[in-house]
């Protein structure tokens, strides 16, 4: 049987690829329900990611 080869990119590649173009930074309602979700599951490393991230867009100033 001859399979026909399908090409993959490498990691180096993919993550050059994603370097190129920026996603645009999620919503900070957004941000907070994610933080609900991962509070409610118990989730400490889901937590701590997400309150940085609501930070780093200015989300919980005042």
Do not use: K
Request: with cysteine.
């Amino acid at each position: 049987m001859n399979r026909s080869r399908i090409p993959r990119p490498t990691e180096t590649q993919a993550l050059a690829r994603a370097a190129r173009c920026p996603r645009p930074p999620a919503p900070v309602p957004a941000l907070f329900a994610a933080l609900l979700t991962a509070q409610t599951a118990h989730d400490r490393e889901g937590v701590c990611l997400l309150t940085h991230a609501i930070v780093r867009r200015g989300g919980g100033s005042r």
